[in-house]
Structures are given as structure tokens and as C-alpha cells.
């Protein structure tokens, strides 16, 4: 005797139809094999099932979300038709109910399944690099603006501007990000990851350093630290600061002003102490400046060093302070005491 022809609400209120679809398993199990074989419609029902299970795991492309949403409700009309003839009206009520929660939970995971948290190992697509003495400025597909600092590297995914605008970052980047609000531009780094619509800030993440940081120039950014588990969202003259051994994040101030002037390359020190100078240095050329083997207060410095060479100034600090200077082999300059 043949089985009764499948239903899409009894597939979905199957617990084996559903350990079948999340484990992907090759062979369909023998429970529904006789009913494909005995009714060819059972064959369109099943896949419609199995896309229902796709949407509740969010695989389904973005791009075909409203493709199905209309298949679905026309589906969803067909069978409460039906239905309504055969089944008492609160029989039909919870199914429709169930069918409808199943497709809203799918939109809704989706959605969120759609934002990674971090895919800066394994991004895939078009690596730009600056040499060691140079800085390349381009413009990305979306007219998204960047500048890749000396020694870093940004890499645009090879989807980039489909859905998503991902990029990642090793070393130092400014970008200037056009506006798209259907369009989040996602900059990943090993220890941070921002998330902006339309904006201009500064990722900071070197090999073998302490901290990585993301600084705001204007507009307004996500950032999130390892894991998902910090988030901050900054406001123009802010950045976030992550401790790359702990972990940690802590948000902290910068100026406002002093961002402005680096912007238009502009490198003036007003009697400022040499914290300060070396952070302005350190954005100001894209350089990773350590000064943690100098004990002692350092001397404050004055004056327009605007368009110097990095190399120069270096050398100014040192002498003052009686201090000499290298560069290793992860190309971080090195400040340490005279002999």
C-alpha cells in the first residue's frame, strides 16, 4: 500500500527530518525514501522542507531572501487553502502558526548569522602592501578611501561591496569610508574589529606589539575586542586601546585637534612631553615606536618638524635625551639609553 503524499508542516514537526537536514547526510533515510519514489511531488515538498531547515540555520544567500520570502508565502496560501478544507480550523491554526515562526526565526537568524565577528585569518582576496619607506594611497571599488602606511598591508575581500564591504588590516590604515547604510564596511584586524557605514578613523595592528588600537577621525564606528566579547562604539576624538596579551579594551580620548593637523600633515609639538610626541609620530608615519627601556623623565620638545623625515626627528629625540635608536626586525623602532 503507498504512503499518504508528504506535507511540509509534517516534515518540519518531524524530529528525524530535521537531525537529517543539520547533518547534512548524503542518503535520504528510508522512512521517506518509499513516499519519493511512490509520489513525484514528494520530491518538490521535501526540498521545500529542507530549504524552511536552511533558513532557520542561515545559509540561505542574502540575495535570494526575498526570492523565497515569496515563494514562501505563496506556498503558505496554497497549503492553508488546502488545509482549511480538511483539517478543523484550530488543527490549522497552530500549523500556520508554527510555519510562520519558522520563517521569521530563519529572517531573524539570518541576519545575524550574517555578521562575523572576526574572519581576519581567513579573509580571502587582493592584497596591497607599502614598502618599508613608502605609503600607497587608493581608492577602493565603492570610492571608499585608504592609506596603507609604510610596511602594512590591507587586504580587500574578493566579495567586497556585495553584501558586505571587508577588508583586512596588518599595520597601519586610514580610510575614509563612503557612505552605503545597506552596506556595512567591516575593517578586521588580529585584535580588533570595526564596523562603520560612512566614516574616516585609523587601524593600528602590528606583529609582536603590545597594544592595537582604532582611532576615530569623525563619524561613528563599532569595535569589537577578541571574541565579540567588548564592544565600544566611539564618538570623533576617541579610540579604543586593546591589550594584545590580555586581551583587554578600555576606551580613552584623543584630540581632536591634533587628528585635524595630522590629516593635513601637519606636525607641530608646543613644549610637549615625549608620550605625546611619540604618539603623534607614531600615526603621523605609520610607525610602531617603543620606548619602554628608557627610564627617567624624558625632555619635552618644541617646534614644526612638518614634512621631516621620520629618521630625523628620531635622531633629535635621541640626542637630547642621551638615548640611541634602531629598528628590528619586525621594522619597530627601538629607543634605548646610551651605553
Known amino acids: 500500500m503507498k504512503q499518504p503524499e508528504l506535507t ?71 497549503v492553508q487553502q488546502e488545509k482549511a478544507k480538511k483539517s478543523p480550523p484550530f488543527l490549522w491554526i497552530g500549523i500556520a502558526a508554527s510555519l510562520f515562526i519558522v520563517f521569521c526565526m530563519g529572517i531573524i537568524l539570518f541576519k545575524n548569522r550574517t555578521r562575523p565577528l572576526s574572519t581576519y585569518e581567513n579573509l580571502a582576496g587582493k592584497s596591497i602592501e607599502a614598502g618599508k619607506g613608502s605609503q600607497k594611497s587608493i581608492t577602493l571599488a565603492d570610492g571608499t578611501e585608504a592609506i596603507v602606511y609604510p610596511g602594512a598591508k590591507l587586504l580587500i575581500a574578493d566579495d567586497y561591496n556585495d553584501g558586505f564591504r571587508k577588508v583586512a588590516v596588518s599595520g597601519q590604515v586610514y580610510f575614509k569610508i563612503f557612505p552605503q547604510k545597506d552596506k556595512p564596511f567591516i575593517a578586521y584586524s588580529k585584535h580588533t574589529t570595526t564596523t562603520a557605514l560612512g566614516t574616516a ?42 591589550n594584545n596579551k590580555t586581551r583587554a579594551a578600555e576606551k580613552r580620548t584623543v584630540s581632536k585637534q591634533e587628528l585635524s593637523e595630522l590629516l593635513e600633515q601637519k606636525l607641530y609639538f608646543n613644549d610637549s612631553n615625549t608620550l605625546n610626541v611619540i604618539d603623534k609620530l607614531e600615526l603621523y608615519y605609520g610607525a610602531e615606536i617603543d620606548i619602554s627601556r628608557c627610564h627617567g623623565e624624558l625632555k619635552k620638545i618644541t617646534g614644526d618638524y612638518s614634512g621631516q623625515p621620520l629618521s630625523n626627528i628620531l635622531s633629535s629625540i635621541a640626542y637630547i635625551n642621551r638615548l640611541s635608536w634602531r629598528i628590528d626586525e619586525e621594522q619597530h623602532i627601538i629607543f634605548e639609553p646610551l651605553p
Not at 561613528?220 to 579610540?239: D, I, R, S, W
Request: hydrophobic content about 40%; aromatic content about 8%; proline content about 4%.
Open 8 to 78: 511540509i508542516e509534517e516534515l518540519l514537526n518531524d524530529p528525524e527530518f530535521i537531525d537529517y537536514c543539520l547533518t547534512e547526510s548524503r542518503q535520504v533515510p528510508g522512512k521517506w525514501r518509499q513516499q519519493l519514489l511512490d509520489h513525484s511531488q514528494n520530491e518538490k515538498t521535501f526540498e521545500k522542507a529542507k530549504v524552511c531547515i536552511s533558513l532557520l540555520e542561515g545559509k540561505m544567500p542574502e540575495a535570494l531572501i526575498e526570492a523565497k520570502q515569496l515563494n514562501f508565502i505563496t506556498l503558505f496560501r496554497k
Open 201 to 242: 578613523f585609523y587601524v593600528r595592528d602590528f606583529k609582536n606589539t603590545t597594544q592595537s588600537a582604532v582611532i576615530l577621525v569623525n563619524g561613528n564606528v563599532k569595535v569589537q575586542a577578541p571574541g565579540g566579547k567588548q564592544v565600544e562604539f566611539l564618538e570623533p576624538g576617541t579610540m579604543m586601546l586593546v
